[in-house]
């Protein structure tokens, strides 16, 4: 019995060493770590490729999202304004609003192979006459040949151009201003319902500012002569003279009023409609003489042109000698005070031709500049322009 027990546990000790020589090579194969190396390397180029889509041609969309963006902005605003400060009729204003907003979008560069002008054509722009709004699109895409060329999308499917594609939308509005800055130191009647038709203000008459008053387009290019008020009473285009600030807004200073001629004494200072302006004591020929003198130095060569109602041969973009006057009330008029004062019911735009003494010679006109927007005010010589969307 005691052998057969032997010859058993032999046979055990036998077949365990048979079946771990059996095992070796499968134990062998999965501690083997060659192969291993070679599917991580697959695995990191992926990922490499990866980033590089993410990091390099995702930068490249990013930048020429960020350039079109741009360009639509000032294209929409170029566009605006054009059609802000046209004098011709609807169709004129459209059209001159539509080829600025092209001509400004093309002056833009974006990425595409490399950095290229922003080209759109009629299609890209929306002109709305009505509420004075210009859209713009600008775009690179594969049907009009200029999209973004990328390195690496490709590599991570090959059914994929390497072309990307993206666009940029922009609207921009003209706004009536009610109040601005730079407002020079005359101040004016706005038009009534004069019935005698004796330039002088009669009580009855009547007076609506966006009726009887000066009025866009219709006295656009008119020449007036502004001369200082010589009574009390007032007459069209008599002017008093003011100072600033208003009234209402601080303690007007009477010692500045050749300065605010010249130019702009104090760019802080906003006169906006209902504003009580100060009248000025007496009369100031000389000083009014010399500041008109003053302003006309600055830009001597500018004239007016009358078959375009606009400012050329100016060295400016806009000429100093194009001012902002404030016109009152002449149903109000002068107001006793104390003290003695102007209610502001309108902001005009004058284009300085000339002077004799004290008497000023200019032609309205229309100007784009900074102020209070007033979406709900009539259209006026003074307008903002601004991004809406």
């Not at 192969?35 to 020429?64: E, K, P």
């Not at 390195?151 to 991570?156: E, G, H, P």
């Amino acid at each position: 019995m005691g052998l057969i027990c032997l010859a058993n546990l032999e046979m055990d000790v036998e077949h365990s060493k048979m079946d771990d020589s059996k095992m070796r090579p499968l134990k062998g194969l999965l501690k083997d770590k060659r192969g291993a190396t070679m599917i991580m390397v697959v695995v990191a180029i992926v990922m490499i490729f990866g980033f590089a889509v993410l990091v390099i041609d995702m930068s490249l969309i990013q930048l020429a999202k960020t350039q079109l963006q741009n360009a639509a902005d000032a294209s929409a605003l170029a566009g605006a304004t054009a059609l802000a400060i046209s004098t011709g009729d609807e169709a004129t204003a459209v059209a001159e609003a539509r080829a600025e907003a092209i001509r400004v979008a093309g002056l833009n560069l974006a990425i595409q192979d490399i950095q290229r002008p922003v080209v759109i054509g009629d299609d890209d722009v929306d002109v709305d006459y009505d509420s004075g709004t210009v859209t713009v699109k600008t775009h690179r895409r594969k049907a009009t040949g200029d999209p973004v060329t990328l390195y690496f999308l490709r590599v991570l499917d090959p059914l994929l151009e390497n072309k990307g594609e993206m666009a940029a939308t922009a609207t921009a509005r003209v706004m009536p201003i009610s109040g601005v800055s730079c407002v020079r130191p005359w101040c004016i009647p706005d038009k009534w319902a004069d019935a005698d038709s004796d330039h002088i203000w009669d009580p009855g008459e009547s007076y609506d500012p966006n009726i009887t008053g000066y009025r866009v387009p219709d006295d656009v290019g008119d020449q007036v002569i502004i001369q200082p008020n010589k009574a009390d009473k007032w007459e069209s285009e008599w002017y008093f003279e003011v100072c600033f600030p208003p009234i209402n807004e601080g303690n007007p200073r009477t010692d500045l009023y050749k300065e605010w001629i010249v130019g702009c004494y104090d760019p802080s200072i906003v006169v906006s409609i209902g504003d009580l302006l100060y009248r000025y004591p007496g009369h100031r020929v000389g000083p009014t003489s010399q500041g008109v003198e003053g302003l006309i130095n600055q830009d001597p060569g500018a004239e007016w042109d009358p078959v375009t109602n606009r400012v050329i041969n100016s060295a400016f973009p806009v000429s100093p000698r194009v001012i902002k006057l404030a016109a009152f009330d002449p149903t109000l008029g002068l107001q006793p005070g104390p003290p003695q004062h102007l209610v502001v019911s309108k902001l005009l735009v004058l284009f300085v031709e000339g002077h004799n003494a004290a008497d000023i010679t200019g032609r309205f006109m229309k100007l784009v500049t900074e102020g209070e927007p007033c979406p709900e005010c009539p259209e006026g010589f003074l307008t903002t322009v601004t991004l809406v969307r």
